[in-house]
């Protein structure tokens, strides 16, 4: 069964509160928490004073997609903010193995997300050090996109890298996921599925977290 993964980023902020005890009461598995910072992507969201706060509102894994430069600044700030995994992009690291040598030396598993341009290739030689990458299949900043269809054949070439080396790692498709496409993205080879507009727009989201566990 896949990983559901919610973005809150769809929530109504006013009632993060309940949006929270609603994903506890649910099948989720991870709140995904996407922070920007309006140079990386075309939007702002929050930061880790938010984090913190749903911290506390849930023992559900906290996985914090950071679409901001120089993300080894803010690392530890994070951590401390309570993140599990701290996702970090390709295209915003200069110096890529050492951010995910720091996100791991603070005690959270490190991830590595790419935009929709970059080929899975690049990952070739940080691939054994990290425990997640983030495909996105809509270009990063906001909610609501529809799914970028290449990204199920960046799927299975990576799926086909991890199996070849012999690897475990989470392969988290982010963006325009929906119950339709879903199965086409696990048959795929990805085991998390992120999940904004269709969990937080839906008439009953508890019901369409349970529907996209079935998969
Ligand atoms: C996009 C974010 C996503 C987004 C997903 O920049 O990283 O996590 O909130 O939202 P949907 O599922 O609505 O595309
Ligand atoms: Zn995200």
Redesign the pocket.
């Known amino acids: 069964m896949p990983i559901i993964a919610p973005?809150l980023?769809?929530a109504d902020f006013l009632q993060l509160a309940s949006a929270c005890k609603m994903l506890n009461e649910s099948n989720a598995d991870w709140f995904?928490l996407?922070v920007?910072d309006g140079r990386f992507?075309p939007?702002i969201s929050f930061g880790p004073m938010i984090v913190e706060f749903i911290r506390k509102a849930t023992t559900k894994v906290c996985d914090v997609?950071l679409?901001i430069e120089e993300p080894e600044k803010y690392a530890e700030q994070f951590k401390n903010a309570g993140a599990d995994i701290l996702t970090v992009h390709i295209e915003a690291c200069k110096h890529l193995h050492r951010n995910i040598q720091q996100i791991k030396s603070l005690g959270m598993k490190a991830g590595v997300?790419i935009n929709p341009h970059t080929p899975v290739s690049l990952l070739e030689n940080i691939l054994q050090d990290i425990d997640l990458v983030?495909l996105?299949?809509?270009?990063?900043?906001?909610?609501?996109?529809k799914?970028i269809p290449q990204t199920i054949d960046k799927i299975k070439t990576l799926r086909q890298m991890c199996v070849d080396k012999n690897l475990q790692t989470h392969i988290e498709i982010?963006?325009?996921?929906t119950l339709e496409n879903a199965s086409t993205i696990i048959a795929a080879g990805a085991d998390v599925l992120?999940?904004?507009?269709?969990?937080?727009?839906s008439s009953n989201p508890i019901e369409t977290i349970a529907k996209l566990k079935e998969v």
């Open positions: 973005s980023l769809s995904h996407d920007m992507v939007n997609h679409m997300a983030c996105m299949s809509v270009n990063p900043g906001f909610g609501g996109q799914f982010d963006g325009g996921v992120v999940a904004g507009n269709t969990v937080f727009k």
